[in-house]
């Protein structure tokens, strides 16, 4: 068995000491990020190597994006993929000891404008995520795991309010069509969903927002998918609400979830 972690970090070196936190106290065997912000000559990987991770595979840029999965257990690079051939580091894969394919994945946030003709961000997203779906059906994912960022909340209770947010990025129909779509492609199963199929889950508040927790005007952006040739095996979801009131906090919180698979 295996744990394994996603979160966004909002840059990895401003918030390496709430890395370490989250290590320190929840221990995943798993760790991807997403929004590492740094080269990955200039990520802490060592000192995360002194913590027991000591297995380690990401893709960088400077000052934005970048993906990074971090490891108690053995893995190795199993490449990238440029969706939408944006030139960004948003995708890095690894390879268990036990066969199982790590995906993590930061797919773009869109910007302001749900509308491709004005808002070239929002092509990009749409672009990734289609590109993703022809991915899927190329190559059908198997014993996989599928986590990251995917900016996306696409379901009425993954968002607080689902009649107020259908215009706005992030939950608009033709965007949760888009991921519903790569979904199906691949055959993915939402294994957050599959341990707690009702009821509102978020993992983002933004910044914008005072007092996050009065207000509670969260998304669920943040996800854990598996292959369904191993979803039977994913439990013991959970979402780590109270790292949103970390100091100097990023505007995401971490998602776990389980897998009894042999590694």
């Known amino acids: ?68 999965i971090l490891s108690r257990l053995p893995i190795e690079d199993a490449g990238d993929r440029d969706h939408a051939a944006l030139g960004h580091a948003r995708h890095v894969a690894a390879r268990l000891p036990g066969g199982v394919v790590v995906h993590n994945l930061y797919v773009p946030a869109g910007g302001d404008t749900p509308d491709r003709t004005v808002n070239e961000k929002f092509g990009q997203k749409l672009d990734f995520l289609t590109d993703m779906r022809d991915a899927f059906r190329a190559e059908p994912p198997r014993r996989s795991i599928l ?16 009649r107020q947010l259908l215009k706005v990025v992030s939950h608009t129909p033709v965007e949760v069509a888009h991921l519903s779509d790569a979904m199906q492609a691949g055959d993915w199963v939402d294994i957050t969903r599959q341990d707690i199929p009702t009821g509102p889950l978020f993992s983002w508040w933004s910044y914008r927002n005072r007092d996050w927790t009065l207000s509670d005007r969260g998304r669920r952006l943040d996800h854990i998918w598996a292959s369904r040739d191993i979803a039977a095996a994913g439990h013991a979801s959970r979402i780590l609400r109270p790292v949103r009131g970390w100091d100097q906090p990023s505007d995401h919180v971490p998602v776990l979830a389980s897998f009894d698979l042999p590694v």
Request: negative net charge.
């Open 1 to 68: 068995m295996f744990t394994i972690a996603t979160w966004n970090i909002n840059s990895i070196r401003l918030r390496a000491g709430l890395v370490t936190r989250l290590l320190t106290e929840e221990a995943p065997d798993i760790l991807c990020l997403q929004e590492c912000k740094s080269p990955v000559d200039r990520m802490p990987l060592q000192l995360f190597a002194d913590m027991g991770y000591r297995w380690a595979v990401a893709r960088g840029q400077r000052g934005y994006n970048g993906v990074a």
């Open 147 to 162: 986590v990251g960022d995917l900016n996306i909340a696409p379901r009425e209770d993954d968002v607080w309010s689902h």
